[in-house]
């Protein structure tokens, strides 16, 4: 049986807007009214790591490529944001839509629970700048897609909770068999859901977690679930475009569609914005 959940969400048009799913074969992206030849411009969080390269070895703000290169092949521009602290509105006006990227887990404080000895390498920078972030991002309207942490993220912003450690639940370790190494499992779609629309029934999921959604959040539906019950992928009902999944798009080359449907409402967006 799936993890809590609120009731399924009713039939509603193509997130792409256009009345179907969004193709994976092109490599012309949606235009926007700002940015660098009217594309939209997404936003994409960072961390600060300790990083080595060339001579050097010292703390960097750093991102996988992999959801750079996801970014441009969907037709968008990514540009990079580090965690600075409190982040201010004007960043956020800059924006098209933004992503909210894989990453440590969440300091549990914030949904009102003790640490579990599974939870380590916490960031409360990047928690400060990118609960911040989605803040604000709300308040605009500004079209979000939320992926692995930054689906956790979303859900304990808006009144969630989580399992701190997945194989205390479930009995296996197959979300996340080894460090560094994703598994490939199938998670399956609900009917009518805007995930759904985008992917179909079932998806080949790129997951690498050891922490999921316990309590969703009241604004949320789950939209598709793994074969063992773990909500993997949640969304809002109605308003902007709010969409999150508990698995890494960014690690199939060969799939731009939640990435696509992102910069199509981002594109959207920003023509309405600067009307």
Request: include cysteine; glycine fraction near 10%; hydrophobic fraction near 35%.
């Amino acid at each position: 049986m799936p993890r809590r959940s609120n009731s399924t969400p009713t039939t509603r048009p193509s997130p792409t807007g256009s009345g179907s799913v969004a193709s994976n074969d092109s490599d012309t992206g949606p235009r926007s009214n700002s940015g660098s030849a009217g594309r939209p411009i997404i936003g994409l969080p960072t961390y600060s790591e300790r990083t080595r390269f060339g001579h050097w070895d010292v703390d960097a703000a750093v991102l996988s490529r992999t959801y750079v290169e996801l970014t441009e092949r969907a037709g968008g521009i990514p540009v990079l944001l580090p965690p600075i602290g409190t982040p201010r509105p004007e960043l956020v006006e800059r924006l098209d839509g933004l992503v909210l990227t894989g990453g440590a887990d969440l300091d549990p404080a914030r949904y009102g629970a003790p640490a579990h000895p599974a939870t380590r390498g916490l960031r409360p920078d990047r928690d400060e700048s990118e609960f911040g972030l989605f803040t604000l991002a709300r308040q605009a309207g500004l079209p979000v897609l939320a992926i692995c942490r930054g689906l956790q993220l979303v859900n304990v912003a808006l009144g969630g909770t989580l399992l701190q450690h997945v194989p205390d639940t479930v009995g296996h370790t197959d979300h996340s068999r080894e460090p560094g190494v994703f598994t490939v499992t199938t998670a399956t779609t609900v009917p009518g859901s805007q995930v759904a629309a985008i992917v179909g029934p079932e998806v080949k999921a790129h997951c690498h977690h050891h922490q999921a959604i316990d309590a969703l959040a009241p604004e949320l539906t789950a939209s598709a679930h793994a074969p063992d019950g773990i909500i993997e992928a949640a969304e809002t009902r109605s308003g902007p475009f709010l969409l999150g999944v508990q698995w890494h798009p960014e690690e199939n080359t060969t799939d731009t569609r939640l990435m696509r449907a992102l910069v199509e409402h981002a594109a959207q967006y920003g023509k309405e914005r600067n009307r």
